[in-house]
């Protein structure tokens, strides 16, 4: 099994909203990465998980949160985000974070429209 | 912050002929990646190169690397339809993350 599968495809909420996006991966990568990419923009990465432990934030605002419960599955939490947040979500992973010559895996992203 | 420098922006060709994109960035780089990504969905890893490569191959892509003159082409021989996309080159220093460079949209046409 070679994909990175995120849900759902498209999220619409509020301002006031809590939700949560969801990453999972199934080829034994042990890096999970999210990225953030504005349309015509390339992707900017916001978060590195290695070995389930959060390794680099790309100064990220806090209304968006990570967490990754174990070493396949990759969430980011949101709340109280703003219209500028609205962007496609791009979760991907490697074999290990850190280290050189790592392809990324990427999964179809989720399309977030913030109203 | 980017890294990598796409030209062209943007660019047309009709099936069957080459395609060429350069890719400039500005640090010294462990290795130099190509990816593509179909309108509005994930990105699909195509070939890497490392700094002490100069040149690779994979199916019809060919990855030039000049690590004096910090630039890299892709070249996309025989065009298809199905080449229509973005293409981001993405940098690696040793032990960092990727960067993506702007990317160049190519639109092959039939």
Aim: include cysteine; hydrophobic fraction near 30%.
């Amino acid at each position: 099994d070679t994909e990175v599968t995120q849900t759902p495809k498209h999220l619409v909420m509020g301002m006031t909203n809590k939700k949560s996006l969801k990453c999972e991966q199934h080829m034994g990568h042990r890096a999970m990465y999210w990225y953030k990419q504005k349309a015509k923009k390339p992707p900017e990465l916001m978060f590195v998980y290695s070995y389930e432990k959060l390794s680099i934030n790309e100064s990220v605002p806090s209304r968006f949160s990570p967490e990754c419960p174990n070493s396949s599955l990759l969430n980011l939490h949101l709340h109280a985000l703003q219209p500028e947040d609205s962007a496609l979500y791009l979760c991907a992973s490697s074999q290990v974070a850190g280290t050189s010559y790592n392809e990324q895996f990427f999964g179809p992203g989720t399309r977030l429209t913030v109203l | 912050s980017q890294q990598g420098e796409e030209d062209p922006q943007a660019l047309s060709i009709q099936e069957g002929e080459n395609a060429t994109m350069n890719c400039s960035y500005k640090t010294s780089i462990n290795n130099l990646q190509w990816y593509r990504q179909n309108s509005g969905r994930g990105l699909v890893h195509l070939i890497l190169i490392r700094s002490n490569e100069r040149e690779k191959h994979s199916g019809r892509l060919r990855v030039t690397l000049d690590t004096s003159k910090k630039s890299s082409s892709l070249l996309i021989t025989a065009s298809r339809a199905a080449d229509t996309a973005s293409y981001f080159c993405a940098t690696q220093q040793a032990g960092t993350a990727l960067i993506f460079g702007k990317g160049t949209t190519l639109s092959v046409s039939s």
